[in-house]
T-cell receptor, first 112, second 112 residues
Framework: GENVEQHPSTLSVQEGDSAVIKCTYS??????FPWYKQELGKGPQLIID?????GEKKDQRIAVTLNKTAKHFSLHITETQPEDSAVYFC???????????FGQGTRLTINP | DTAVSQTPKYLVTQMGNDKSIKCEQN?????MYWYKQDSKKFLKIMFS???????INETVPNRFSPKSPDKAHLNLHINSLELGDSAVYFC???????????FGSGTQLSVL
């Protein structure tokens, strides 16, 4: 079925430390995996995405890794800052249905 | 300037009423969506339209009726509102079905 599992549901790290959020998906045909950041009172905003022909992608302090064999992908945020505090969502495209299915979200808190 | 705009931002209404939420995008995208975010922050797709044609219709009660007068607009009409309809409803658009969604800022619907 269409399922994206995301862990942990909450994550608290000290400012300057790294944060890692992990997701697994069920459809081996999925080829597109975006990550969204949602701040309080706002809509989700795309921060990084990766396609299945790439194992890793980096954009400044944010990186995403993908293991297609194991069907899991992860978001890595290094040198965390207070403004990184938000809810983060992973998603996977289910090609048969041409839609994004989202994980349950991770509430990330950066402690000063 | 706003890429995906939806109105109203807040909607408080009584059970049994009918209400509409409007959405407009100025990104030139062909695909638009409605997502529902419940109190646990879970994001679930309701509908998607591609160039005014309905593509995805998840198992949503038929009290919910989307309408796309043109590819830049996707409105959501809800009949006979129920308590369980209380949620945040997000409109989104994308250049390709299922890829790189841009979300609006949401409409918080409260049914009393």
């Amino acid at each position: 079925g269409e399922n994206v599992e995301q862990h942990p549901s909450t994550l608290s790290v000290q400012e300057g430390d790294s944060a890692v959020i992990k997701c697994t998906y069920s459809d081996s045909a999925s080829n597109y995996f975006p990550w969204y950041k949602q701040e309080l009172g706002k809509g989700p905003q795309l921060i990084i995405d990766i396609r299945s022909n790439v194992g890793e992608k980096k954009d400044q302090r944010i990186a995403v890794t993908l293991n297609k064999t194991a069907k899991h992908f992860s978001l890595h945020i290094t040198e965390t800052q207070p403004e990184d505090s938000a809810v983060y969502f992973c998603a996977a495209e289910y090609q048969g249905a041409q839609k994004l299915v989202f994980g349950q979200g991770t509430r990330l808190t950066i402690n000063p | 300037d706003t890429a995906v705009s939806q109105t109203p931002k807040y909607l408080v209404t009584q059970m049994g009423n009918d209400k509409s939420i409007k959405c407009e995008q100025n990104l030139g995208h062909d695909t638009m969506y409605w997502y529902k975010q419940d109190s646990k922050k879970f994001l679930k797709i309701m509908f998607s339209y591609n160039n005014k044609e309905l593509i995805i219709n998840e198992t949503v009660p038929n009290r919910f009726s989307p309408k796309s007068p043109d590819k830049a607009h996707l409105n959501l009409h809800i009949n006979s509102l129920e308590l369980g309809d209380s949620a945040v409803y997000f409109c989104a658009s994308s250049p390709i079905q299922g890829h790189k969604l841009f979300f609006g800022s949401g409409t918080q619907l409260s049914v009393l």
